[in-house]
């Protein structure tokens, strides 16, 4: 049986950027560089995010997506999307089919 691999961000395998974000917000996006721009090195995969105010925030969530695009790369099938979009698919075929046999 295949086994999922951990995900582990380096900080040597990123470069991470600030950059002034754009869209609604008026002076408070067009002023600071709150958008982070984060790069992966090896993989060349890069995520920007401009999702709050705060840089930290938006650093944290960018690690995160990150990690889910490198989680999807490395682990295919056994991603922990992939495997939550198997599960919604199951369960919808379930449905169906029970809905098929009362009718």
């Not at 380096?10 to 917000?25: A, I, R």
């Not at 840089?55 to 790369?73: H, S, T, V, Y």
């Amino acid at each position: 049986k295949p086994v999922r691999q951990k995900i582990v961000l380096k900080d040597d395998e990123l470069v991470e950027t600030f950059v002034k974000g754009s869209g609604p917000g008026g002076q408070c996006i067009n002023k600071r560089s709150s958008c982070v721009d984060l790069r992966h090195i090896p993989t060349g995969i890069r995520v920007q995010c401009q999702q709050t105010r705060s840089l930290q925030e938006n650093r944290g969530i960018a690690r995160k997506l990150l990690r889910e695009k490198l989680d999807e790369l490395v682990n295919g099938s056994l991603s922990k999307n992939a495997k939550k979009a198997a599960k919604i698919a199951k369960t919808k075929a379930r449905r169906a089919r029970r809905a098929k046999e009362k009718y």
